[in-house]
């Protein structure tokens, strides 16, 4: 039997540009596996992806990952590999090394990290040793878990002090920040989260860093691809290392990278190969190459200030809907915000939004113990849709929380919303 989605409308029929043109010998060979695939893309095209890490990457990035270059190892770097047989995959690293480093700016960019916390394991690997101190963002304000979480290599193998933000205004207390950095002297401060809707101030916290003699780590994960298109203020220009995903508002694929000065450059790729990774991917490097080339044209950096400006638009809307949003608002493709004045937690707003065909996270909140619910407008965004259709959203928002009206007719409402603007038209 095909594996359908409980959340996917079964009246969608997707197009199949996002499929791999050799689709079909996959559905022969495993039929379990494509009713997983079609499944998958039926919910992606079905229901509204509001997850402020998720986006949709074009046909030519999702050709690039199931390419060829996917059977290549290619331990090493460009013209010094461990294995023969990699010109090929050599020019398309050297060609996503060009790009990023013309993109952000950046002297040097190692392209190989196999994600953002892979990019920031390297980072500390380079710079710091088992022991040190350092300073971030903390957990219960929005700071990720390799920002110190006890779980998390972070957390078992450095000493970290968290920051937080002002009570009443929810913004990083650079006060705190200097006082802990005079206090602890560590010998790294990161800036950066995964829930903070506003630009962190990479002056001040380079000024910070300065003072006490730490390296500036910036956790660009969540703003780089605003970064890309001009839509949000780059930490290159102050931090030691800038680490990142492709994936997220860049709209690349899966993964990880690191841009630094050349006085680092030679650190930082030893800390990726061979210290924490083994074999690059080699089908993903090629297709951040193709996604670092996408965002070098006018047609992102608009794309990208409309993220911006769409998440304004859904920030006021659910504000006029009653729900409190961090920091009052944002300058990013992210928006934090509390149900409690509906009546319920992010936990049972993130069910009941489901249920209605729209996916978010939830996230902690910087104040209590209380979870609020996380969402940007990357996706949404890269589908086409409006500033109507932002304010269009919020309004569901509000009525799928309050649990208001027709139920059945909620859903149908989100799925015309999302089938009038398919992120692959056929």
């Known amino acids: 039997m095909p594996v359908t989605s409980p959340a996917a409308p079964a009246a969608v029929s997707p197009s199949h540009a996002a499929l791999p043109q050799d689709f079909d010998a996959l559905r022969r060979e495993d039929p379990e596996i494509a009713d997983v695939l079609l499944a998958e893309l039926q919910r992606q095209t079905g229901t509204l992806q509001l997850i402020a890490a998720e986006n949709f990457t074009s046909p030519a990035v999702l050709a690039a990952l199931g390419s060829p270059l996917a059977n290549k190892y290619a331990e090493g770097y460009p013209g010094a590999r461990h294995h023969g047989g990699c010109e090929h995959a050599d020019a398309a690293e050297r060609i996503a090394i060009r790009r990023a480093r013309a993109l952000f700016g950046a002297e040097h960019a190692n392209v190989q990290p196999h994600s953002g916390s892979s990019a920031v394991l390297a980072a500390y690997a380079a710079l710091l040793r088992p022991g040190d101190t350092v300073l971030a963002m903390g957990l219960p304000y ?4 390799t920002h110190g979480a006890p779980g998390n290599f972070s957390g078992r193998w450095f000493e970290f002090a968290g920051y937080g933000v002002d009570p009443d205004s929810g913004l990083i207390d650079y006060a705190q920040v200097r006082s802990l950095a005079r206090a602890r002297r560590p010998k790294a401060i990161v800036c950066g989260s995964i829930s903070y809707p506003r630009h962190p101030d990479y002056a001040l916290f380079r000024e910070i860093a300065d003072e006490v003699g730490a390296y500036l780590i910036a956790d660009a994960a969540h703003p780089m691809g605003l970064i890309a298109g001009g839509a949000a203020p780059s930490p290159v220009p102050y931090a030691d290392v800038v680490c990142a995903t492709t994936h997220k508002v860049l709209r690349g694929p899966r993964g990880g990278m690191i841009l630094c000065g050349a006085e680092l450059g030679e650190r930082i790729d030893r800390a990726v190969f061979p210290f924490t990774q083994g074999g690059a991917q080699m089908h993903t490097v090629a297709a951040k190459a193709v996604a670092f080339g996408e965002a070098s044209t ?6 990208a200030h409309r993220v911006v400006a769409h998440a304004r638009v859904l920030a006021a809307g659910l504000e006029a809907e009653g729900f409190e949003v961090t920091t009052g608002g944002t ?8 149900p409690a004045p509906l009546g319920v937690d992010g936990r049972t707003a993130r069910e009941r939004l489901a249920a209605a065909g729209m996916v978010l996270d939830t996230c902690a909140l910087p104040y209590g113990d209380a979870r609020g619910i996380r969402l940007g407008t990357a996706a949404v965004t890269t589908q086409g849709m409006d500033e109507a ?8 928002f509000g009525a799928a929380v309050r649990q208001t009206g027709d139920a059945g007719r909620l859903l149908a409402e989100v799925r015309e919303l999302a089938a009038g603007n398919p992120p692959y038209p056929g």
């Open 389 to 396: 259709d932002m304010a269009r959203i919020a309004a569901l």
């Open 142 to 145: 929005g700071g990720h878990l």
């Open 298 to 303: 006018p047609a992102y950096t608009l794309y």
């Open 331 to 338: 300058d990013t493709h992210l928006v934090v915000a509390d």
